[in-house]
Structure formats: C-alpha cells, structure tokens
C-alpha cells in the first residue's frame, strides 16, 4: 500500500514563498499514477490546487495558476509544489494525494474528484499572514 508524507509547510508573509514535498512510499508510484494537490483552510471544504497525470501533464486551478507549479521527481518518488507570490488566502493544510488507477491520463485526472483519490497524506500547515 503506497504511503504519502508531506512537508515543506510553514509561516511566512504575503508575497513569500514556499516549497512543499510529499514523499510517495510505493515503487515507481508517483511516476505511474494521477497524482494531486489539495488545500482546506480553516472552516472551509478541501479543494483541489492542481492534479498532475503520468505523463507531467499539469492543470492548476485558477486561484493558483501563474503562482505555483507542481513538478516530480520520478527517481526519487517526490511530488513537489513550489509556491511564489503567496497570499493570505492560499493559508491552510495542504495535502498530496494519489489515484489507484495506473498509467492513466490527464483525462481521468482532470475530472478525478476528492473521492477519486485513494491515498492521502496527513497534511502540512501553510500560513500566510497580510
């Protein structure tokens, strides 16, 4: 069964940055699998930040998009998000991600909700203050 760490969360200002890990524990998973980002912030639902296929394929949601990038690194089985320009109402737990399904395509990603993904992190805080 894949496991999913995730880290990199912290406090910074508006304007910041920060890059977030997840740590995929499962062969070769993060290179084979939809993986994802998620957020909630407090009182709020989790949302999706950005899904990434097989292939590298990326789609950002539109509060992200320009700010962060989601990038893998396939031999060492990480998932990063990479995040400028932070504002204060990208704070929350942020969360990875992974579907079941193998060598799937962005077109099962992209319309993969919350439910979708199988396995889930624990989480790590992000905090940006104005």
């Known amino acids: 069964q894949v496991h999913l760490e995730e880290s990199g969360g912290g406090s910074v200002q508006a304007g910041g940055s920060l890059t977030l890990s997840c740590v995929v524990d499962?062969?070769?998973?993060?290179?084979?699998?939809?993986m994802g980002w998620f957020r909630q912030a407090p009182g709020k639902e989790r949302e999706r930040v950005a899904v990434?296929?097989?292939?590298?394929?990326?789609i950002y949601s539109d509060p992200v998009k320009g700010r962060f990038t989601v990038s893998k690194d396939n031999a060492e089985n990480i998932l990063h998000l990479q995040m400028i320009d932070l504002k204060p109402e990208d704070t929350g737990m942020y969360y990875c991600?992974?579907?079941?399904?193998?060598?799937?395509?962005?077109?099962?990603?992209?319309?993969?909700?919350?439910?979708?993904?199988?396995?889930w992190g624990r989480g790590t805080k992000v905090t940006v203050a104005s």
């Open positions: 499962g062969y070769f998973y993060s290179r084979d699998h939809c």
């Open positions: 990434i296929d097989k292939d590298n394929n990326v």
């Open positions: 991600a992974a579907d079941a399904a193998r060598l799937a395509g962005m077109d099962r990603c992209a319309n993969l909700g919350l439910p979708g993904f199988a396995t």
